[in-house]
Nanobody, 127 residues
Framework: QVQLVESGGGLVQAGGSLRLSCAASGRAVDNYAMGWFRQAPGKEREFVAHINWSGSRAYYADSMEGRFTISRDNAKNTVYLQLNSLKPEDTAVYYC????????????????????WGQGTQVTISP
């Protein structure tokens, strides 16, 4: 079993930045791909970013590429999501997830690919 705990959310003004962290426990996730998703009130969960087990390949949702950066530190069993140039429409609960294996861009963006999920961290962007 893998337990995932997100942190780093909060309230920031539009144009600001946040760095989200996802700490894994239970077992090492250095052979797991990791993803970030988000869910805004009244909307479906949507893909944000994905990183492969080594950190050598990442995929992003089109609307977020260039503003968000996913990274990982396998020695710390932690994945990060740097959020820059935040907009009010980025307000959502952000979730991290883990999936064992290698994935192309399509499966990486599919929430059904992932085996383990965290509880989420709230990100609120004020105008």
């Amino acid at each position: 079993q893998v337990q995932l705990v997100e942190s780093g959310g909060g309230l920031v003004q539009a144009g600001g930045s946040l760095r989200l962290s996802c700490a894994a426990s239970g077992r090492a996730v250095d052979n797991y791909a990791m993803g970030w998703f988000r869910q805004a009130p009244g909307k479906e969960r949507e893909f944000v970013a994905h990183i492969n087990w080594s950190g050598s390949r990442a995929y992003y949702a089109d609307s977020m590429e260039g503003r968000f950066t996913i990274s990982r530190d396998n020695a710390k069993n932690t994945v990060y999501l740097q959020l820059n140039s935040l907009k009010p429409e980025d307000t959502a609960v952000y979730y991290c997830a883990a999936a064992r294996g290698l994935y192309g861009a399509g499966p990486a963006a599919d929430s059904a690919t992932y085996d383990y999920w965290g509880q989420g961290t709230q990100v609120t962007i004020s105008p």
